[in-house]
T-cell receptor, first 115, second 113 residues
Framework: DTEVTQTPKHLVMGMTNKKSLKCEQHMGHRAMYWYKQKAKKPPELMFVYSYEKLSINESVPSRFSPECPNSSLLNLHLHALQPEDSALYLC??????????????FGQGTRLTVV | GENVGLHLPTLSVQEGDNSIINCAYSNSASDYFIWYKQESGKGPQFIIDIRSNMDKRQGQRVTVLLNKTVKHLSLQIAATQPGDSAVYFCAENNSGGYQKVTFGTGTKLQVIP
């Protein structure tokens, strides 16, 4: 199994809503990531979890709250988002040796629209 | 900050010809480079990678070249097919305990049948 599964595929939410994006992998990877991608732009790193601990937060606003309940799951909790937060949210995972990096496997993304 | 960028935003290639997609990076500490392919509506898909102790690596129909002197990376696709049409991103990572992959701006490859 070399898949990273993201749900939902599409999400429309109001600015006062609370929603969560979910990501799951069963490759035994210990590093998991959230990226944000706007149209015609490259993915931008938001968060990195390593061994279920948050290791990188790229100065992401607090209305985005990541959570890593276990080594296979990664969530992104959303609250009080703005229309400019509309984007494709990508989850990825990779082996984390801490010494030699390896490629990240990406999910298909959640297309988020904030209205 | 560090920047990984591409020279050409769009590349049109005749089917059957070879494609070359270029990428420049500025962080001399980067030691691991990856090429990703992203089709419309999908997540990035790993194509090939190369570490800084190598200058060339070949896969199936793809070759990555790394020139550390001028901080340049290229992806060569042999016998380009319509299914190769996508946006291609180079990405860099540097060892340091954390997996922080930084993407370049992307090149759209259009294959003309």
């Amino acid at each position: 199994d070399t898949e990273v599964t993201q749900t939902p595929k599409h999400l429309v939410m109001g600015m006062t809503n609370k929603k969560s994006l979910k990501c799951e992998q069963h490759m035994g990877h210990r590093a998991m990531y959230w990226y944000k991608q706007k149209a015609k732009k490259p993915p931008e790193l938001m968060f990195v979890y390593s061994y279920e601990k948050l290791s990188i937060n790229e100065s992401v606003p607090s209305r985005f709250s990541p959570e890593c309940p276990n080594s296979s799951l990664l969530n992104l909790h959303l609250h009080a988002l703005q229309p400019e937060d509309s984007a494709l949210y990508l989850c990825a995972s990779s082996q984390d040796s801490g010494v030699m990096n390896t490629e990240a496997f990406f999910g298909q993304g959640t297309r988020l629209t904030v209205v | 900050g560090e920047n990984v960028g591409l020279h050409l935003p769009t590349l049109s290639v005749q089917e059957g010809d070879n494609s070359i997609i270029n990428c420049a990076y500025s962080n001399s500490a980067s030691d691991y480079f990856i090429w990703y392919k992203q089709e419309s509506g999908k997540g990035p898909q790993f194509i090939i990678d190369i570490r800084s102790n190598m200058d060339k690596r070949q896969g199936q129909r793809v070759t990555v070249l790394l020139n550390k002197t001028v901080k340049h990376l290229s992806l060569q696709i042999a016998a380009t097919q319509p299914g190769d049409s996508a946006v291609y991103f180079c990405a860099e990572n540097n060892s340091g305990g954390y997996q922080k992959v930084t993407f370049g701006t992307g090149t759209k490859l259009q294959v003309i049948p």
